[in-house]
C-alpha cells in the first residue's frame, strides 16, 4: 500500500509560512529573471491568474488586486522541503522523495496498527503543526491510484479533509469514472488526443481496456499505467534515487552579456556549482561541457549559439580543474560583438570512485590533497553559503539573476532571521 504526500502550491505556500500577514491573500512566484508564473495559491487561481503568464504583461492586474509577487526563493524552498521529508522519514517505513514538494511513503505494516486514514491525518496535521505547510495525501494499493487518489485530495479538501483512502474497488471505479484520461499519471495532452479517438476519454475506460489493445497502440509504460489503475502493482518503490548520468547548471541572465570577462565570470560560477554538485552524489567526471546562446528572439543582434567539451585525461571532482576545463571551451566559442542571454556548464562521463589508468606521459595530475581541499570548502559553504568562492567568480556579478522581489532565506541566512521585539 502506498501514499502520495504531496505539498499544496508548494512554492507560494513556502512564502506565506513567515507572512502570516499573507493568510487570505493571493500570492504568486515567479521564475528565473522574473519571467513568468510558476506558482500560485488558492485565492490567485480564483481570480483567474494562470500558471506560465508572462510578468510584464499581467504586472497591472496583479497590482490592481493587491496581489503578493515574489521572486524564486530557491534557498528557502529546498530547506522547508528536507524538513517536510525528514518529518516524513520519521513517520512512514520507507520514503520515496519523488520531487521537491512529493513523495511516496511504503506504508507496508501501517495497517496493522491504526486506520490508513488516520495515518494519512496524522500525516497532514503534524506536518503543517511543525513545518507549517499544507498536504494532500493520497492512499491506494498502486502508485498510479495514489496519485488520483491526492489529486482527489487536494480539489476537494472541504469533503475529504486533505486525505483519501481509495482501497475500496468500488471506490476507486467512481474516481476513475469521473477523472478525464489526461489527469492520469504519465498520460499528457498528445497521448490522451490518442485515446480519444479510440473512445478512451475517462480514467475507467483506460483501466477496463485490453491489454493487447493498450500494448498495439502505445509503448510498455501506458500498459502499466492501465495495470495500475486495475490495482496491480507494476511500478517498484525505489527508496534510492538512480544514479545522474550528467548534471547541468546554467541560469538566463537579467541583463543580456557582451563583456567577455563577466562571461568567464558566469562560466566560472556555474562551473563551481556543478562541481560542487558532483561532489554531493560522490561522482567524479571526466567529460567538461560549456555552451552559450544569445536570443533568437532578440532584434538587436544576430542569433549565436554554440558549445565545446572538453575531456580530461583522469576523472575528477576537483573546481579547479572543472572550472579550467570549462573556461577553455569557452574560449574555443566566445564571439565577441553578440549579446548572450544564457550560458551553462554540463558534467558528463562520471566515475564512482576516480579511479582510472594514469600514463606514465601524462601532463595532467592529480591535485594533492585535492578531495580534503574541497570538503573543507564544500563544509563550509555548507554552514554559510557563500563563504568561500574562486576569485574568477567575480564580486559584484551584474550579470547575476534578477530578483527584484526576493524574499529573506528566513532558515538558512542567519542575517533574515526574524526579529522579534519585547516591550
Keep these: 500500500m502506498y501514499a502520495l504526500v504531496d505539498v499544496n502550491t508548494f512554492y507560494a505556500s513556502c512564502e506565506t509560512v513567515f507572512r502570516p500577514d499573507l493568510k487570505g491573500r493571493p500570492v504568486v512566484v515567479l521564475s528565473n529573471n522574473d519571467g513568468c508564473v510558476i506558482s500560485l495559491n488558492r485565492e490567485a487561481k480564483a481570480l483567474g491568474f494562470r500558471m506560465a ?3 510584464f504583461k499581467i504586472r497591472p492586474q496583479l497590482q490592481q488586486h493587491n496581489v503578493a ?6 534557498a528557502l524552498y529546498a530547506d522547508l522541503s528536507r524538513r517536510v521529508m525528514e518529518t516524513l522519514e520519521e513517520m512512514a517505513p520507507r520514503v520515496e522523495n519523488y520531487s521537491i514538494d512529493e513523495a511516496f511513503l511504503d506504508l507496508s505494516g501501517v495497517a496493522n496498527c491504526m486506520p490508513l486514514k488516520t495515518f494519512g491525518h496524522q500525516v497532514r ?3 503543517q503543526k511543525e513545518v507549517h505547510l499544507s498536504v494532500g495525501v493520497g492512499i491506494a494499493p498502486t502508485k498510479t491510484l495514489a496519485k488520483l487518489a491526492n489529486l482527489a485530495a487536494k480539489r476537494w479538501p472541504q469533503q475529504t479533509g486533505g486525505v483519501v483512502e481509495l482501497t475500496s474497488p468500488r471506490h476507486q471505479r467512481q474516481l476513475l469514472h469521473y477523472l478525464p484520461v489526461e489527469e492520469v499519471w504519465g498520460v499528457g495532452g498528445r497521448l490522451a488526443k490518442k485515446l480519444n479517438l479510440m473512445g478512451i476519454t475517462n480514467a475507467l475506460q483506460l483501466a477496463e481496456a485490453p491489454t493487447a489493445l493498450i500494448r498495439k497502440h502505445f509503448s510498455v509504460v501506458m500498459e502499466r499505467t492501465a495495470r495500475e489503475l486495475r490495482g496491480e502493482p507494476c511500478l517498484a518503490f525505489d527508496e534510492f534515487p538512480p544514479t545522474k548520468q550528467h548534471i547541468l547548471c546554467s541560469r538566463s541572465f537579467s541583463e543580456r552579456v557582451t563583456d567577455y570577462m563577466a562571461m568567464r565570470e558566469a562560466v566560472s560560477t556555474y562551473a563551481a556549482r556543478a562541481a560542487e554538485k558532483l561532489r ?4 567524479y567526471c571526466r567529460e567538461i561541457n560549456t555552451f552559450i546562446r544569445t536570443s533568437p528572439h532578440d532584434s538587436r543582434g544576430a542569433w549565436y549559439s554554440n558549445g565545446a567539451s572538453y575531456t580530461l585525461q583522469i576523472p575528477t571532482q576537483d573546481t579547479r580543474d572543472i572550472t579550467a576545463a570549462a573556461l577553455r571551451c569557452l574560449d574555443a566559442i566566445w564571439r565577441p560583438d553578440h549579446r548572450y542571454m544564457k550560458a551553462g556548464v554540463i558534467l558528463g562521463d562520471f566515475f564512482s570512485q576516480g579511479v ?4 606514465l606521459f601524462d601532463a595532467f595530475q592529480p591535485r594533492h590533497n585535492s578531495e580534503k581541499l574541497m570538503k573543507v570548502c564544500d563544509d563550509l559553504n555548507k554552514k554559510a553559503r557563500n563563504t568561500l ?5 567575480g564580486i559584484q556579478q ?3 539573476m534578477k530578483r527584484e522581489m526576493l524574499s529573506p532565506a528566513w532558515t538558512t541566512r542567519i542575517a533574515d532571521l526574524p526579529r522579534v521585539r519585547i516591550s
Design 69 to 74: 509577487v515574489f521572486s524564486s526563493n530557491y
Design 389 to 393: 568562492w574562486f576569485a574568477g567568480q
Design 356 to 359: 582510472a589508468q594514469l600514463h
Design 398 to 400: 551584474e550579470w547575476a
Design 125 to 127: 496535521n503534524r506536518l
Design 280 to 283: 554531493r552524489e560522490h561522482q
Design 53 to 55: 503568464s508572462p510578468w
